[in-house]
């Protein structure tokens, strides 16, 4: 198990306003927690959880000609989810096969962020969002290893991160990765 508590300050973090930038001095408070072990002999879980709160404590910005009296202070600063899970598990499914530990795995879990603000204004929020994603594992000799990885199982529709109002990235469709391991 593992778990921290933070406190991050930070001074002239270039923020966005529409088309506009300022510079800010935030504040995030939060803490995380972690725990990772063994179920059983075969199966291996994963779980995190982490909690955050961040405020701009004042921002210095180039006037807007609509609105010159935007005050910033006390708002919530962008790109900061209030809530992050995971929870990954992995299963050694080998003695089903005949075959010896660790030859061959599944693997599967969540991901969830919580909405955030996309700018400073906090005039937009991106909407919060699940994934699930999945995973398969082989030995194929002592020195060969192969595992394949789908992400967003589901095909969850989400946004991933903003850099401002108008520029929100949407997250990765269905993914799949193999990956192959050698040993020399």
């Given at each position: 198990?593992?778990?921290?508590?933070?406190?991050?300050?930070?001074?002239n973090?270039?923020?966005?306003?529409?088309?506009?930038?300022?510079?800010?001095?935030?504040?995030?408070?939060?803490?995380?927690?972690?725990?990772?072990?063994?179920?059983?002999?075969?199966?291996?879980?994963s779980?995190?959880?982490?909690?955050?709160?961040?405020?701009?404590?004042?921002?210095?910005?180039?006037?807007n000609?609509?609105?010159?009296?935007?005050v910033?202070?006390?708002?919530?600063?962008p790109?900061?989810?209030?809530?992050?899970?995971?929870?990954?598990n992995?299963v050694d499914?080998s003695?089903l096969?005949?075959?010896?530990?660790?030859?061959?795995?599944?693997?599967?879990?969540?991901?969830?962020?919580?909405?955030f603000y996309?700018?400073?204004d906090n005039?937009?929020?991106?909407?919060?969002?699940?994934?699930v994603?999945?995973?398969?594992?082989?030995?194929?000799?002592?020195?060969?290893?192969?595992?394949l990885?789908?992400?967003?199982?589901?095909?969850?529709?989400?946004?991933a991160?903003?850099?401002?109002?108008?520029?929100?990235?949407?997250?990765?469709?269905?993914?799949?990765?193999?990956?192959?391991?050698?040993?020399?």
């Amino acid at each position: 198990m593992t778990g921290a508590l933070y406190q991050l300050n930070r001074s002239n973090q270039p923020v966005t306003v529409n088309a506009f930038n300022a510079v800010a001095n935030t504040r995030t408070r939060g803490g995380e927690v972690g725990l990772v072990g063994y179920v059983t002999d075969e199966w291996q879980a994963s779980l995190g959880y982490g909690f955050q709160s961040g405020r701009v404590l004042n921002a210095s910005y180039f006037p807007n000609p609509a609105d010159p009296w935007l005050v910033y202070s006390g708002k919530v600063t962008p790109n900061v989810p209030r809530n992050t899970y995971s929870f990954w598990n992995k299963v050694d499914i080998s003695s089903l096969f005949d075959a010896g530990p660790g030859v061959l795995g599944l693997g599967g879990g969540v991901i969830y962020n919580a909405k955030f603000y996309p700018a400073i204004d906090n005039a937009v929020v991106v909407p919060g969002y699940a994934r699930v994603d999945a995973a398969a594992y082989v030995k194929l000799s002592d020195r060969v290893n192969a595992q394949l990885n789908i992400e967003n199982l589901l095909g969850a529709r989400y946004y991933a991160a903003a850099t401002n109002n108008n520029n929100i990235m949407p997250g990765a469709p269905r993914s799949a990765f193999v990956t192959l391991n050698a040993k020399f």
